[in-house]
C-alpha cells in the first residue's frame, strides 16, 4: 500500500486525471481529494477486497477516471445501482453537485463510501444497503439512475429502470463489445433509448460506451 502510494507523483494515471479535471471540469484542486481518496482506497481494500484493482495507474484511470468521464450526464438526485466500493458513485460525489446514494446488497462493501464520505466532507453521498427491488417496492424515485458493473445490460437495466423517475435516465457503463438492451426489456421497463455514446479514454486504449435510457410517463 505505502509503496504504491509513493508512485502517485510520477502516475501516468494521475496526469491523466489531472489533465481531464483542468481541461474539462476545469477545477484541478480536486486531485487532492482524489489522492486522499486513493489513500482510504488502498486502507479499505486492504481489510474488504472491494477490487483486484491495486496498481496506482489502474486506481485512477479505471475507477476515477472512467467514471467521472460521463459526468456531464448526470443531474439531480443519483442512485449508482451495484455500487461495489463506490465507482462511480465516489468520485462522482467529488465533481458534481449531485445528490447520490450509492446501492448495494453487500454491506462491506460499502465501507469505502462510509469513511471516504466522513473523512473527506464529502457531503452529497450515501451509502444504502439494500437491493434496487426493495427500494422500488418503497416506490423510490431518482433523475438519474447509473450502473458500472451489474451483470448484462438487460439485467442492469431490469434494476435500474424501477428506481427512474418519468422522465429520467438510466445510464449504464459499458464496452464497446456491448450491444443495446433486447426490445422485449425495454418494452417491459418502460424506457426508450435516448443515446449511444462511444468513446475512448483520454490517453489511454479503452473504448467505453454509455447507454443512455429515458424513463418514459406514464402515458406513453
Avoid: W
Amino acid at each position: 500500500m505505502i509503496e504504491e502510494l509513493k508512485k502517485l507523483d510520477s502516475s501516468h494515471g494521475r496526469k491523466l486525471l489531472l489533465d481531464f479535471l483542468t481541461d474539462k471540469i476545469k477545477r484541478p484542486e480536486l486531485i487532492d481529494t482524489f489522492d486522499k481518496l486513493t489513500d482510504i482506497y488502498y486502507q479499505v481494500n486492504s481489510i474488504v477486497n472491494i477490487s483486484a484493482i491495486k496498481d496506482v495507474d489502474g486506481v485512477y484511470i479505471k475507477h476515477y477516471l472512467d467514471s467521472i468521464f460521463p459526468y456531464e450526464h448526470f443531474d439531480g438526485t443519483v442512485c449508482d445501482v451495484g455500487c461495489g466500493g463506490g465507482f462511480p458513485s465516489l468520485p462522482l460525489s467529488i465533481v458534481t453537485d449531485c445528490q447520490i446514494t450509492g446501492l448495494d446488497s453487500v454491506g462491506k462493501k460499502l465501507l469505502l463510501i462510509q469513511r471516504a464520505s466522513s473523512e473527506l466532507y464529502i457531503n452529497n453521498i450515501k451509502a444504502e444497503y439494500s437491493r434496487s427491488e426493495d427500494l422500488a417496492k418503497l416506490h423510490r424515485s431518482y433523475d438519474t439512475v447509473c450502473a458500472r458493473a451489474l451483470g448484462d445490460v438487460d439485467k442492469a437495466l431490469s434494476f435500474c429502470a424501477p428506481l427512474a423517475r418519468p422522465g429520467g435516465k438510466v445510464l449504464l457503463y459499458r464496452t464497446q463489445n456491448d450491444n443495446q438492451a433486447k426490445q422485449q426489456t425495454i418494452n417491459k421497463f418502460k424506457v426508450t433509448l435516448a443515446d449511444q455514446i462511444d468513446y475512448v479514454l483520454p490517453g489511454t486504449d479503452i473504448k467505453r460506451r454509455l447507454l443512455v435510457y429515458k424513463k418514459n410517463h406514464t402515458n406513453l
